[in-house]
C-alpha cells in the first residue's frame, strides 16, 4: 500500500534511544545542581531552633534588668564577681556582665528559676549599661547580646528613672 514515495514523506515520529539519553542526562545535571546549591545555602543559613533560644534568652535577661531601679545599685563594693544576680537592686548592677574576663557572661544554664536548662548551655549573655538621654530624658540603656551556636543576637531596652 505504501510506496517508497509515501514513505520517505511520513517524517520522523518519536525520539531515538541516544536523543532520549541524552535529553535524561542534561536535565539530570541540571536537576543534581538546584540540589546541590540548595544544600549548601541550608548549610550555611543559621539554625531556626538556636536561633529562636537566643532571642528567647536576650528577651529573658531584658525583662530580668528592666524593671530594676534605673539609678539604684547594690550596696556593696564588690558586686563585679557577677554572682547572686537574684539580689541585683538597679539596672547598674547588671553591668558586670561585660564579657571581661571572659567568665563574666551570663551562661545560657544559668536561670533565676530552679530548673537549669541543658539546651542553652551553648549560649552565653553580655551585658551593656549606658546613660543616655532620650527627648530630654535621663535613661539606662541596656544592650543584651546572646552568642553561641553560630547565633549573635542582640536586644535594646531603655529604663527611665521614677517609671
Known sequence: MFTEAAWQCSGQRGLTLIELIVFILIVSVGIFGILAVMNSSTRASADPMLRKQAVAMAEAILEEVLPRDATATLPETDFNT???RALYVGVMDYSCFDGVPASAVIRGVDTLGATSI????SLSATVAVAAVNVSGVAMQRVAVTVTGGGQE???????AAGF
Not at 541543658?118 to 548551655?121: G, I, N, Q, S
Not at 543576637?153 to 529604663?159: A, E, H, M, V
Open 153 to 159: 543576637i542582640t536586644l535594646f531596652g531603655y529604663r
Open 82 to 84: 557577677c554572682s547572686n
Open 118 to 121: 541543658p539546651a542553652l548551655a
